[in-house]
């Protein structure tokens, strides 16, 4: 499999940590979002959206949308399960990834930032506050139900990792780069600390990917 | 069952186009979002994330996230399906549906748009124009895989409703109010009027619901 990439995309970072953890080798072709390398038409004509990631399979086709992406692998390659068996605790994990993949990173991607810098005239400090802003209000909601709710365990929902937390992991790199304290959410951190334990994580960090600058 | 939500949040028609579709009955409590309603105690005491839609399940608890309670339904209640039999089918209508989930809704949700007023200053011209541009580049998108792709039918895959349509047909609501110019998108809009065709669309929409102004 070939999974179109960006280094510091953090919705390509979901899937990179999935192919991780289900033991899949791929290969990586790197888009370069400040180059606009995804807008290239021979990437549009695999992913009409022009956004990353797409995940190449040989014989079937182009996959797009990191969590449709990740879905696919559970389904056909269920082990190790990147999410619970019963239905209420997988809806409790896609909810926990979906504030993630919904609520913060679509509104803070740099498309948005770019659009907001040259459309709209905002200077640099506002617009690192605006992406500030939408990470910490996910965060709150996050630590609150990861800090209150039963399931939560060593990990996200119980004590192995699965789709919430590859969800979380990146999420909190953009965090650190727009400089949101981190310090109001400690069991985010606590889950970071026993994700970053492990290889398929370190594996998938922006540094360890071949068009890191 | 009990649906939090509000008439006009699309996130929350789609919860009640899936209800529909199952045939499964429920309540609506309506929080007003223009009044904050969804930031009052009791409902983050439901919902820490202190948006609509969350489904109060008796004797359960509280789910969140609308495309997360929608694949619950899916999972508890299967029949009429929302998603393909295959997991490449699967994946495909996943991928749809996220277009507008993740990459169109959340960015020109009212949120993010009184962030722009208040927090940025903006105008009202400049802040329609912000929703319209995501929205158009979303649509194009959808246009281009719906146009070109075989598993296209009568809806979005195929000849039955599904997760796609149920997530596209709200979103076209949002573009109407903002003024979008949908006749770039024809087979966007014969999707929806194949949907409009339908009781369990036409009961969902915002001027049925109870808190409808």
């Known amino acids: ?3 179109q990439g960006y280094f510091r995309s953090s919705a390509a970072w979901r899937v990179r940590i999935a192919l991780n953890l289900k033991g899949l080798g791929f290969a990586t072709v790197a888009r370069h979002l400040r180059k606009r390398e995804q807008a290239a038409p021979d990437y549009v004509a695999k992913n009409p959206q ?3 990631p797409a995940l190449e399979v040989p014989g079937q086709g182009v996959l797009t949308q990191s969590l449709a992406i990740i879905e ?3 389904e056909t390659k269920p082990l190790p399960p990147l999410l619970p068996a019963d239905p209420w605790g997988r809806a409790r994990v896609r909810s ?3 504030i993630v993949a919904c609520d ?9 930032l770019a659009y907001l810098k040259h459309e709209l005239g905002q200077e640099q400090p506002a617009i690192d506050a605006f992406a500030r802003h939408w990470i910490e209000a996910g965060l709150a909601a996050l630590e609150a139900r990861l800090a209150r709710e039963a399931e939560t365990g060593r990990f ?5 990792p699965g789709l919430a937390d590859l969800c979380l992991v990146p999420q909190l790199g953009n965090a650190r ?11 985010v951190l606590r889950i970071e600390a026993a994700c970053a334990a492990l ?3 370190q594996d998938a960090t922006p540094d360890r990917q071949p068009d890191a600058e």
Do not use: K
């Open 199 to 201: 290889p398929a994580f």
């Open 1 to 3: 499999m070939v999974l």
């Open 72 to 74: 696919w692998l559970e």
């Open 156 to 160: 996200c929902h119980g004590d192995a």
């Open 96 to 98: 926990l990834a979906q």
């Open 104 to 112: 913060i990173h679509p509104i803070q991607n740099l498309r948005v």
């Open 50 to 52: 022009g956004l990353v």
């Open 177 to 187: 780069r727009f400089g949101v304290e981190l310090s109001p959410y400690p069991t």
